[in-house]
């Protein structure tokens, strides 16, 4: 253990009071003032936009508001007036679907007879090169019709 001596203890200690006042007036310093952040646009604008919220919110409740049944009743229209849409929206929906479904079958069938078409080409083509090479050609049976 180191032992100090008196002047040294003392050296020590006005140091330290020293330190200590130097702190204190620090922080009793008067101190700058502070100005309020600078409000920006969007913060002036959401402010005025709930003040006018509040504002019309204060006029509703000092209006005449709804009775209970009255509520009731709107809510069952509105209930009525949705449906009535929604099945709308599904009859419309259904026919769009339903027209759909028959242009693509003739799509079909169009395209159908026009591969069929192409095959049948297709066979001519090597039915003529055949006669001239002299290559057996096997030809697509065709449909039977009755002689009437």
Known sequence: MTAYSNEQRLEIMARAREAIESAEATLN????????PVET??????READEQAARFAAERAKSDPLTEWEAAQLEHRLAGLVGEQKELVL???AGCIAELR??????????TAELEQVRADLTIAKFNNSNNS????ELPTLPLRRRA
């Open 102 to 111: 028959h242009e693509f079958a003739e799509r079909i069938e169009r395209l």
């Open 91 to 93: 009859q419309i929906v």
């Open 29 to 36: 310093a008067p101190r700058p003032e502070i100005e309020p």
């Open 134 to 137: 002299g290559d057996v050609v």
């Open 41 to 46: 646009r969007a913060q002036k604008w959401k």
